[in-house]
Every structure is written in structure tokens, then in C-alpha cells.
């Protein structure tokens, strides 16, 4: 079964620092969101992206996020210079065009330091 | 703006036992969906249950169903026969038909079954 995967599973990082956080989304899924849940909280919606720009994002999501579609199939999220409250675990999510259900990546834990 | 509350941060259960988990959700909207998701400590998040709106019939997933009041606006999940490895954090959440399709969380009810 397709799935959606994301990489590293763990990063760690001081602060100030750039970050990359990568997902691959199932291949026929056409849009994309990131989420990010701190530890010990709910799930936050960060921002969803389809035909290669970005339709809503959160407030959370200011100018030290980004998000790119680099190559057709990786989707990237980046953190231009990482803060200790950026830590969370931030995960990935695609759905198809035809279907409102979101697929999950497993996530990946950023530690900020 | 839709908002998801889960009142109870913390249950447990025996098991083999019942227990329902609780979330109401406020939205203006008629037509949207519903999902309980589960995560372990793993952190994945593993979709449990979903339920559109417009459809009158609760949904049932082998040992677990919900119980879907649209007038009241509330959404609670029954687990029949628990079992160790439903210990986990679950979470409702909310999706809107309008808009992007975000997921709309609560902030969760961390459930142990005990031995």
C-alpha cells in the first residue's frame, strides 16, 4: 500500500540554524500539508500547498517557514533560522484530488537546542 | 471558526472492557467530515474511524464505533473489548468541505488500558 514517508526521522539542531524537513507524498496525490503538534499538545495545522503554491497557512506559519516542491515529488518544509519553540514533531500529509481524506507521514521530531 | 474540544485529557479501561471517548465541535457548516485518529508512542498518527456528516448511519471499524449526534454536535468513539495495544493518545478531529481541506484537531484524551 502507498504511504506517505518522510525524512530524517529525528533532527537535531541549535538555534538560528536553517532546517530542511522532507516528506515524499503518495505519487497521485495532488495536495499536500504540513502539520506540527508540540509536545504534549494537538495537532496544528501549518499550511497546504496545490499546483505548486500555497492556498492557506496558519499563523503559525510566518516568514521563517517555507515550503517547496522541488522536484515533482519530494515536499519540503524549511525553517530559515530555527528557534527553541520550533521543537515538534511536524508531520506531512497528501490526499488526492477526488478524496478529502489526508494520508499521514510517520513524522519527523525536531529538537531545537 | 471550527473548533474541536475533547473534554477528558486522561481515561482508562480494563480489558476486554468498554469505554467511550467524548468530543463535541462547533462549526456553522452542514456538510463535513469527522475522524478519530490514534497515536501511540510512536507518534504516527493512524487514522481509527472516519464519518461524513451526511450520512445518518454511525460508523462501526470492527471494535470500534461512534456515536454521531449532528443537532448536538458531538462525536464520541467507543472501543468494545479493549485491548492492550489500544493504549495511545486519540484524537478528533474536524475537516471542512470549504477552504483547503485542514484538519481541525482537539486536543486529545490519553487512553491506557490496564491489564
Known amino acids: 500500500e502507498p504511504e506517505v514517508t518522510q525524512t530524517p526521522s529525528h533532527q537535531v539542531t541549535q538555534m538560528g540554524q536553517e532546517v530542511i524537513l522532507r516528506c515524499v507524498p503518495i505519487s497521485n496525490h495532488l495536495y499536500f500539508y504540513w502539520y506540527r503538534q508540540i509536545l504534549g499538545q494537538k495537532v496544528e495545522f501549518l499550511v497546504s500547498?496545490?499546483?505548486?503554491?500555497?492556498?492557506?497557512k496558519s499563523e503559525i506559519f510566518d516568514d521563517q517557514f517555507s515550503v517547496e516542491r522541488p522536484d515533482g515529488s519530494n515536499f519540503t518544509l524549511k525553517i530559515r533560522s530555527t528557534k527553541l519553540e520550533d521543537s515538534a514533531m511536524y508531520f506531512c500529509?497528501?490526499?488526492?484530488?477526488?478524496?478529502?481524506?489526508?494520508?499521514f507521514g510517520p513524522g519527523t521530531r525536531l529538537t531545537v537546542t | 471558526a471550527q473548533t474541536v474540544t475533547q473534554s477528558q485529557p486522561e481515561m482508562s479501561v480494563q480489558e476486554a472492557e468498554t469505554v467511550t471517548l467524548s468530543c463535541t465541535y462547533d462549526?456553522?457548516?452542514?456538510?463535513?467530515?469527522l475522524f478519530w485518529y490514534k497515536q501511540p508512542p510512536s507518534r504516527q498518527m493512524i487514522l481509527v474511524i472516519r464519518q461524513e456528516a451526511y450520512k445518518q448511519q454511525n460508523a462501526t471499524e470492527n471494535r470500534f464505533s461512534v456515536n454521531f449526534q449532528k443537532a448536538a454536535k458531538s462525536f464520541s468513539l467507543k472501543i468494545s473489548d479493549s485491548q492492550l495495544g489500544d493504549t495511545a493518545m486519540y484524537f478528533c478531529a474536524f475537516l471542512s468541505t470549504s477552504g483547503t481541506y485542514k484538519y481541525i484537531f482537539g486536543t486529545g484524551t490519553r487512553l491506557k488500558v490496564l491489564a
Open positions: 500547498f496545490y499546483n505548486n503554491e500555497i492556498s492557506e
Open positions: 500529509a497528501s490526499r488526492p484530488q477526488a478524496n478529502y481524506e489526508q494520508y
Open positions: 462549526t456553522s457548516e452542514s456538510n463535513y467530515y
